[in-house]
């Protein structure tokens, strides 16, 4: 009976959380923004001092986009991958989320299909991407 040992180079960082300040654009209404913009001191003002100008334009809108999308805070962890998980992978994930979200906001079979086989091609993508980086260890040439 023989027994193989190896060791494979691998560390693990710590996750640091960080905070994110992003806006909801999604329910952000145009139509609406652009009735209360033109309602607005900046739409009706004849002012000439730059400087007036520039202040009132920075408040206005400032104010309007505050109240049709306000500002969130959100904490997110960096992700760490695996070691195999390269910008390849990356992009791969990338277009199965793209493909997904599609699916999620038009509910049509043919969207749900090609999501669906997105999911298995990936899926694929990262168990070979996974042996192949593996192999490539143990035969030595690792990192």
């Known amino acids: 009976m023989y027994y193989v040992c190896f060791s494979i180079p691998h560390s693990v960082s710590m996750k640091v959380?960080?905070?994110?300040?992003s806006r909801n654009w999604s329910n952000f209404d145009a139509a609406q923004y652009e009735?209360?913009?033109?309602?607005?001191?900046?739409?009706?003002?004849?002012?000439?001092d730059v400087?007036?100008?520039?202040?009132?334009?920075?408040?206005?809108?400032?104010?309007?986009?505050?109240?049709?999308?306000?500002q969130r805070k959100t904490v997110r962890?960096?992700?760490?991958?695996?070691?195999?998980f390269d910008g390849e992978c990356y992009v791969a994930r990338r277009e199965v989320r793209r493909l997904e979200r599609i699916?999620?906001?038009?509910?049509?079979?043919a969207c749900h299909r090609?999501?669906?086989?997105?999911?298995?091609?990936?899926?694929?993508?990262?168990?070979?991407?996974?042996?192949?980086?593996y192999s490539g260890c143990i035969m030595g040439q690792c990192g």
Request: glycine share 2%.
């Open 103 to 109: 699916h999620r906001r038009q509910r049509t079979p």
């Open 35 to 48: 009735l209360e913009l033109s309602a607005t001191e900046l739409a009706t003002t004849l002012s000439d």
């Open 77 to 84: 962890k960096k992700q760490h991958h695996a070691p195999w």
């Open 17 to 21: 959380p960080r905070t994110v300040i």
């Open 114 to 133: 090609s999501w669906r086989a997105a999911v298995a091609r990936y899926q694929q993508f990262l168990g070979a991407k996974q042996r192949s980086y």
């Open 51 to 70: 400087d007036y100008l520039f202040s009132l334009y920075n408040m206005t809108l400032t104010e309007l986009i505050d109240k049709h999308a306000p």
